[in-house]
Nanobody, 125 residues
Framework: EVQLVESGGGLVQAGGSLRLSCAASGFTFDDHTIGWFRQAPGEAREGVSSISNSDGRTYYADSVKGRFTISSDNAKNTVFLQMNSLKPEDTAVYYC?????WGAGVLRTTFYHYWGQGTQVTVSS
């Protein structure tokens, strides 16, 4: 059974940092791309960052470039999202997702078959 479990969310002041984790099981981790997405109340789910576990390629949304860093620990089947210089507009439920392959759509929800349940990130001003 495929499982993706996010953790690390919480409440932080603007300018602060959080590190999210996505623990994966039930599939061949090294073959998959992992994406981080977020969804604010009343908004569509949007792609934040993705990483290919097969070759380490990464991709970031413009809104988080220079502030967020995605990384993967293949030995632990876990992907991390280090979020620095957080802004109130980063407030959302953050989800990780997984699927095979890589391409122009790695920040699109339609690219991914498997999803976690999400973790809340709240940034206060």
């Amino acid at each position: 059974e495929v499982q993706l479990v996010e953790s690390g969310g919480g409440l932080v002041q603007a300018g602060g940092s959080l590190r999210l984790s996505c623990a994966a099981s039930g599939f061949t981790f090294d073959d998959h791309t992992i994406g981080w997405f977020r969804q604010a109340p009343g908004e569509a789910r949007e792609g934040v960052s993705s990483i290919s576990n097969s070759d380490g390629r990464t991709y970031y949304a413009d809104s988080v470039k220079g502030r967020f860093t995605i990384s993967s620990d293949n030995a632990k089947n876990t992907v991390f999202l280090q979020m620095n210089s957080l802004k109130p507009e980063d407030t959302a439920v953050y989800y990780c997702a997984a699927d095979v392959g890589w391409g122009a759509g790695v920040l699109r929800t339609t690219f991914y078959h498997y999803w976690g349940q999400g973790t809340q990130v709240t940034v206060s001003s």
